[in-house]
């Protein structure tokens, strides 16, 4: 089993900064992918960003230049850096984990709000 815990969600201004946080727990050792997802009222879950075990990383076009997820190997945190925030970022964001050879997102975080005011 893998825990995640997110966290580091508020309410920022346009243009704002906030920087998330999913600290990962459990057996760690299988796990290939952290990604974080957000989830807008009405919307689907999309995609935001990822990193794999062998640290490239991929982005949802729309935070591109924005965001940047990073990993902190001492403390098994995964951080989403979210720079010059924008009112259609808010939203539910969560963790995920994906473990070697499945093809679906095996674990989830409970989700970290973000509201980004206009």
């Known amino acids: 089993q893998v825990q995640l815990v997110e966290s580091g969600g508020g309410l920022v201004q346009t243009g704002g900064s906030l920087r998330l946080s999913c600290v990962t727990s459990g057996r760690l050792f299988n796990v290939y992918v952290v990604a974080w997802y957000r989830q807008a009222p009405g919307k689907q879950r999309e995609l935001v960003a990822l990193?794999?075990?062998?640290?490239?990383?991929n982005y949802a076009d729309s935070v591109k230049g924005r965001f940047t997820i990073s990993r902190d190997t001492a403390k098994n945190t995964v951080h989403l850096q979210m720079n010059s925030l924008k009112p259609e970022d808010t939203g539910v964001y969560y963790c995920?984990?994906?473990?070697?050879?499945?093809?679906?997102?095996?674990?989830w975080g409970q989700g970290t709000q973000v509201t980004v005011s206009s």
């Open positions: 995920a984990a994906l473990e070697f050879g499945s093809t679906g997102y095996n674990y």
């Open positions: 990193r794999r075990r062998d640290e490239s990383t």
